[in-house]
């Protein structure tokens, strides 16, 4: 079954709002990654956490690693039109199996 | 470089047909993998290989085989469609592994199985 669950499924997103996505792990990761598809296309890479605790940041992109590195967010600032898409997480465990969530899918009100 | 290229990009099935996606990259990555996305699922892994020669089996492996005899190619096999493979199929690729370093995805293949 899936190993690492996103929260939530579906975000509707007000032009200029913020919002925040969710990546629980049931067993802690060795690192989690974050991808975003646009309506259509296919996953792309965003960024890599691997430290407990780390923070990163991409723009108005802030991603944020546990402190006990079974769980991540994703918070998007002042959304734009752009951002429109689906966020997956993807954790990869200790013995090397890299599990993806669901996707949070973000559409967003002008 | 063209990244991961996947042929084709869309192709309809009639139960029982039997047939070949396929998957390129140019970036002389080790790491192959082969996905199925389905709604509300996300990604599931389906078969990997981390190098010519050598592949195994990912989540969700039954019905679909795979052979990687160079580095640059990893097609991927349906025995006889299933209304259940009904999907988008995604091929990936790293330099290291999946999960380890940055998976390059291509642009996929919207199969109907009817």
């Known amino acids: 079954g899936q190993q690492v669950m996103q929260i939530p499924q579906y975000q509707h997103v007000q032009e200029g709002e913020d919002f925040t996505t969710y990546c629980n792990s049931s067993?802690?990761?060795?690192?989690i990654q974050w991808y975003k598809q646009r309506p259509g296309g296919h996953p792309v890479f965003l960024i890599q956490?691997?430290?407990?605790?780390e923070v990163k940041k991409q723009k108005r992109l802030t991603f944020q690693f546990g402190e006990a590195k079974k769980n991540s967010s994703l918070h998007i600032t002042a959304t734009q039109t752009t951002d429109v898409g689906t966020y997956f997480c993807?954790?990869?465990?200790?013995?090397?199996?890299?599990?993806f969530g669901a996707g949070t899918t973000v559409t967003v009100r002008a | 470089n063209a990244g991961v290229t996947q042929t084709p990009k869309f192709q309809v099935l009639k139960t029982g047909q039997s047939m070949t996606l396929q998957c390129a990259q140019d970036?002389?990555?080790?790491?192959m993998s082969w996905y199925r996305q389905d709604p509300g699922m996300g990604l599931r892994l389906i078969h990997y290989?981390?190098?010519?020669?050598?592949?195994d089996q990912g989540e969700v492996p039954n019905g679909y085989n795979v052979s990687r005899s160079t580095t640059e190619d990893f097609p991927l096999r349906l025995l006889s469609a299933a209304p259940s493979q009904t999907s988008v199929y995604f091929c990936?690729?790293?330099?290291?592994?999946?999960?380890?370093?940055?998976?390059?995805f291509g642009p996929g293949t919207r199969l109907t199985v009817l």
């Open positions: 993807a954790g990869l465990t200790n013995d090397y199996k890299l599990s």
């Open positions: 067993t802690t990761l060795s690192n």
């Open positions: 290989s981390v190098g010519a020669g050598i592949t």
């Open positions: 956490l691997v430290k407990s605790g």
């Open positions: 990936a690729s790293s330099l290291q592994g999946a999960g380890i370093d940055t998976q390059y």
């Open positions: 970036m002389n990555h080790e790491y």
